[in-house]
């Protein structure tokens, strides 16, 4: 009689009326920030169809490394093999279903099952079954039809692994689009390329995985208010709280990045030998921006969770770091649950900068960044606040203001901006909170 | 594992008990002072590995690499009317135990072990958080005082189980 679940006529019934309201009048449904039933769609609508980061090239830098990653529940080894190729597999035991590894990094050229000892290879191939011909008779098992199940798509893009649960999900660097041009100031200052500083810090946050992804696609806004206390403290080396309602937002795709000013010729505070590789190794009109703009890409994020964030800080009280230390991190917001996530935290650093400034460029990442920095502290906390109080019914009739810009803002015509998308000359807007939200809603109700 | 005296045992106790009373009560300023000058405070990133492979701390990632001068900035923040992280405050209790000590490796120092098991409950939710850790200090005597020279934190949580550090351990 009923001919969908009524549940989850419901949720898209949210969906339908948050998509409505941010369409026709710049404003979000608090619902969808903590709605057990959106969770389900989430996981499948978007988190089972689109690309998603696992892991970077150099956290496995030899044959035989390996990592455990997940997308939302689906567990999978990241491996290199003898012959340096990268592969993606479902750590599920083809036999009974055991976790085959349950270590969440490592080097083995074998992974062995321990509830009946099946055995794979690092590439996923079926290598060992114990008395196999006591069990499955003479000619014993078809080794491949029996091997370790991959990802259904892998990919690389400049060092960064990512799979998809989706054969048909379109091939990684159209889906990355016009969005990797931004993202060349992130990975390729060097030629020779980013590595990562140690394994990724890990916690967990009682928020939801879209209020940290729509954070880092443009909220420049937040900054003179969330993280006021670095500012006072001497972390933050500013003295204009607003210092960041210049800069330019970008929406490119179902992706999005804001740009800050930095001091003409400092280029962040990067050691020359980096200054001289960005200038040298990024395109003309990328080093347009960087030499007679002064601007930079500050945060990003590329949907659905993955996100960037480049930026310069004061590591101690006095002496020489007590000046702003250029860091970059790569993080993704790892759905747990409703309105629960585990965040991962990565920090990058090109392989051929100073080792002192690699150390140094940590250390600055970890002040203001991560589980204990002191920025991303208060947005813990900004967005377990939101989350706590979208759980209740009054989300469900409580609108929130997404229309910064909208009544004052034009974009930049194309030919006054050398990259691709859309670019708007203010960062207090909500152009790419829009986009990502767009970007959500139509994956969504798909 | 008790190599020194009774009477040093019981300073490095009391020294102990002394900071988890001022970080309990939020002396912040105050526990800044117990670090000599050229102080380490260290949490390294923990991975769950193979037996073999060690107990699994990184040597490269840390949730803390601190000096005093990078602990002065945390404690600066604290002291703004900005660190909305810890306003209202958490509510926190450090509970040390199982302290053992040994001879340093200079003089006027010596290598502590203590186990550590942090409550922690903010707003009036009924969700806690606990951390627990081993932490590994070297206390230097300055002027007839005890000093915290070094603390190497060792967390047992692979993934931690609190929304962020704006507290210490």
């Known amino acids: ?15 339908q009326e948050a998509k409505r309201a941010l369409e026709e009048e710049g404003k979000l449904l608090a619902k969808v920030y903590n709605e057990p039933g959106i969770f389900e769609f989430e996981a499948k609508k978007i988190f089972a169809k689109t690309w998603i980061f696992l892991a970077h090239e150099t956290e496995i830098p030899w044959p035989g490394d390996y990592v455990l990653r997940r997308i939302i529940d689906d567990s999978f080894i990241v491996s290199r093999d003898e012959d340096g190729q990268i592969h993606v597999l479902f750590n599920m035991c083809r036999h009974r279903g055991m976790q085959l590894c349950r270590s969440d990094a490592g080097n083995s050229s074998h992974f062995r099952c321990p509830y009946h000892g099946y055995t794979y290879t690092n590439t996923g ?6 008395f196999q011909k006591e069990a499955y008779g003479p000619d014993g098992l078809d080794k491949d039809e029996w091997a370790m199940t991959p990802a259904p798509r892998m990919e690389i893009y400049e060092g960064m692994i990512f799979a998809s649960l989706n054969p048909e999900v379109p091939p990684l660097e159209e889906y990355i689009g016009d969005m990797g041009w931004y993202l060349d100031f992130y990975l390729k200052k060097s030629p020779a390329g980013l590595e990562v500083v140690g394994a990724p810090q890990r916690w967990v946050m009682p928020a939801d995985w879209k209020l940290a992804a729509e954070n880092f696609i443009g909220d420049g806004y937040h900054t003179q208010s969330t993280h006021m206390s670095t500012i006072k403290a001497g972390i ?42 960005m200038l040298e190794n990024l395109e003309p009109e990328q080093v347009k921006l960087l030499k007679e703009s002064s601007i930079l890409p500050l945060n990003a994020t590329v949907f659905p969770n993955l996100s960037f964030l480049h930026s310069a800080m004061a590591i101690e009280a006095e002496g020489p770091l007590a000046t702003s230390v250029p860091y970059l991190t790569l993080r993704i917001w790892q759905p747990m649950g409703p309105g629960k996530i585990e965040v991962w935290s990565w ?32 947005d813990a906390e900004n967005w377990s606040g939101v989350t706590r109080v979208a759980a209740g ?5 409580h609108y929130l203001n997404y229309a910064a810009g909208l009544a004052h803002v034009e974009p930049i015509p194309d030919s006054e901006w050398p990259g691709p998308g859309t670019a708007y000359p203010k960062n207090y807007v909500d152009f790419a909170q829009r986009r990502f939200w767009e970007s959500y809603f139509d994956h969504m109700l798909k | 594992m008790i190599e020194t005296s009774v009477e040093t045992y019981w300073e490095v106790y009391s020294f102990l008990m002394h900071e988890a009373e001022l970080l309990d009560e939020h002396h912040e300023r ?31 990632a840390f949730y803390f690499e601190e000096t005093r001068g990078s602990l002065e900035l945390r404690v600066r923040r604290l002291e703004t009317e900005y660190a909305w992280a810890e306003d209202p405050p958490s509510r926190t209790r450090h509970f040390v135990t199982n302290i053992r000590v040994a001879e340093g490796g200079e003089e006027n120092e010596v290598a502590v072990r203590s186990n550590l098991l942090l409550y922690r409950s903010r707003g009036s939710v009924p969700h806690y958080d606990v951390l627990s850790a081993e932490r590994k200090d070297v206390l230097r005597k300055e002027e ?15 993934v931690l189980t609190t929304h962020n550090l704006s507290v210490f351990l």
Request: glycine fraction near 8%.
């Open chain 1, 347 to 378: 920090c990058l650093v090109e392989k051929d900068a100073p080792e002192e400034f690699k150390k140094n460029s940590n250390r600055a990442l970890l002040t203001t960044f991560g589980a204990s920095g002191t920025l991303e502290q208060d």
């Open chain 1, 236 to 277: 933050m080396r500013v003295k204009n709280p607003a210092y960041l309602k210049d800069g330019v937002q970008i929406t490119a795709g179902m992706h999005g990045c804001l740009f800050m000013g930095f001091k003409p010729g400092s280029y962040f505070n990067y050691p020359q030998s980096i200054v001289d590789s």
């Open chain 2, 144 to 158: 007839g005082q005890w000093k915290l020279k070094k603390r190497v934190i060792l967390l047992d949580h692979s």
């Open chain 1, 393 to 397: 019914e009054m989300s469900g009739q």
């Open chain 1, 1 to 15: 009689m009923i001919e969908q679940p009524t549940r989850e006529r419901e949720t898209q019934e949210i969906l």
């Open chain 2, 30 to 60: 105050e526990w800044l002072e117990l670090f000599t000058d050229d102080a380490e405070y260290l949490m390294p990133v923990r991975v769950n590995r193979e037996r073999v492979d060690g107990d699994g701390f990184s040597e490269e």
């Open chain 1, 125 to 130: 191939k079926l290598n060992g079954v114990p």
